[in-house]
């Protein structure tokens, strides 16, 4: 499945290399808050490090408008991946000028240099060649370790691998490794399970994975649109009506495959303390919204899951950020840990829900992506990853 090269495959001892990281975590007052995503780089950064290269690392953060705002600096996690490797971290105040140039030329074999934010340029996400190449003349060698940024062509995830030999790291390697096979070859049962807020965000995944998966499970807000398309009015749910009639063409599609929600919990407002019911699928009253599937499809939907062999998980099954409005997320977040199936579980949203489940470490691999995974899922072939060496 996998057909790249790695950092196993060549030899960095005495090189420098220019590894593109996803450090795009959230910070808060100066200080880094969940850290998931600087931890998984760790194995590329420590094998570099083990084997005798220099490492650079380039990452972006946040979406800064223009140029470079303190706020989006990545000092502080430079400053945090200090605590975390034994290695000397050191900081430039740019991305390719003066100071990373002149960091980049006196770094050692051993020791990390981290650049600052590469959205300040806004080059990175035009994939400016200048920027690329310029990104690339630090270094003898790329690697991209950023799967969460792989389904973008910018300078520093496809521009930078036109100018220097480039392979993946370790965590851009698991990813494509999990979430290849469970598209092109899973073992059977295939289970997809499907939440979050559009449907417009997952047709060609949904399409792709009706031809694969056995069932394909259908929450959250996305559930809505389905039902509006079947006749039911919706109240003041979320609706995405531009998409009601591609919603109509996948239900005919999909037949028994595609599996909806049988009941729904509905709310006045969307807070704690919110007018409560719970109902089955049908019209919705004026003023009240969905915000979860019942407890009849919770049941039905472990079912399905307790016979899988694999499955695969993206979205929220309702409003999980707010109690009590998380029960039906955190339902299947037990069942699919209890399943004993390959699991794979992608997206922000469905991450952020499995960690607080405290049901992290059963499940199989946790993607750090997720519109990349969104991708991969749709069987599309990633920018950041095709620009990468050939085995």
Do not use: C
Request: glycine share 10%; proline share 5%; no cysteine.
């Amino acid at each position: 499945m996998f057909n790249k090269k790695t950092i196993e495959d060549i030899d960095v001892q005495g090189k420098k290399v220019l590894v593109r990281v996803d450090f795009n975590v959230p910070i808060k007052d100066g200080k880094v808050g969940d850290d998931t995503r600087i931890r998984a780089a760790l194995p590329t950064i420590q094998y570099l490090l083990d084997h005798g290269a220099a490492v650079i690392l380039a990452s972006h953060l946040g979406r800064p408008k223009n140029g470079p705002e303190a706020k989006f600096s990545l000092r502080p996690v430079a400053e945090y991946l200090g605590t975390l490797i034994k290695a000397p971290v050191k900081f430039a105040e740019d991305t390719i000028g003066s100071s990373a140039v002149q960091a980049a030329a006196t770094l050692k074999p051993g020791e990390v240099l981290v650049l600052e934010n590469t959205r300040f340029y806004p080059g990175e996400e035009k994939n400016n060649e200048e920027l690329a190449r310029a990104m690339a003349s630090l270094a003898d060698l790329y690697v991209n370790d950023a799967f969460g940024t792989a389904h973008r062509a910018h300078a520093s995830t496809e521009g930078v691998a036109r100018f220097l030999p480039g392979v993946a790291g370790f965590l851009m390697e698991k990813e494509i490794r999990y979430l290849g096979q469970a598209v092109a070859s899973p073992e059977k049962p295939f289970v997809a399970i499907l939440g979050g807020a559009k449907i417009s965000d997952k047709i060609g995944v949904i399409r792709n994975l009706l031809a694969k998966a056995d069932t394909i499970l259908i929450g959250g807000g996305m559930a809505n649109t389905f039902f509006k398309a079947q006749g039911h009015e919706m109240g003041d749910s979320l609706v995405e009506d531009t998409a009601l009639d591609t919603a109509k063409e996948l239900l005919e599609q999909g037949g028994k495959k595609l599996m909806l929600p049988v009941d729904m919990v509905i709310a006045d407002k969307i807070e704690e303390g919110a007018q409560v019911k719970t109902v089955p699928v049908g019209p919705v009253p004026a003023g009240w919204k969905v915000v979860d599937i019942g407890p009849e499809s919770r049941a039905a939907f472990a079912k399905v899951i307790a016979d899988a062999k694999t499955v695969v998980w993206n979205g929220p099954m309702g409003v999980f950020e707010v109690p009590p409005f998380d029960e039906g997320t955190y339902a299947l977040a037990r069942a699919v840990a209890d399943s004993g199936a390959t699991s794979i579980v992608g997206g922000g949203d469905s991450v952020a829900a499995i960690q607080k489940s405290g049901l992290a470490d059963k499940i199989t691999h946790i993607s750090t992506g997720g519109g990349a995974s969104l991708e991969m899922l749709e069987g599309l072939e990633l920018p950041g990853v095709a620009a990468l060496q050939d085995k």
